[in-house]
């Protein structure tokens, strides 16, 4: 079993959507994915020490949470892969 993390702002929106089509479709049957995200600039906050990623903002915590269906900081050791989306909008 694959173990995915995708971090980012509002980006991983659409990773998400994504993946919940996949899995409705049967796919990801060997992978295992969890989505961490924040609104806007909000992941400047983001530190990494003692094998996480974490923020001391209640305001990222709680997008953690919502985002990831209950964690608020992202384990580094529990994944085989972090992919990290963040920046401006192709749009701007």
């Not at 694959?2 to 994504?18: M, P, T």
Request: aromatic fraction near 8%.
């Amino acid at each position: 079993m694959k173990r995915l993390c995708f971090l980012g702002n509002s980006h991983v929106a659409a990773v998400r959507a994504a993946l919940n089509d996949m899995r409705a479709e049967g796919g990801l049957e060997d992978v295992e994915v969890d989505v961490f995200g924040s609104q806007r600039n909000s992941l400047r906050t983001a530190t990494v020490g003692n094998g996480v990623v974490g923020s001391p903002s209640a305001f990222v915590q709680k997008n953690f949470r919502w985002t990831s269906g209950g964690m608020s900081e992202v384990e580094i050791a529990r994944y085989d892969e972090i992919i990290i989306l963040a920046g401006i909008s192709v749009f701007s």
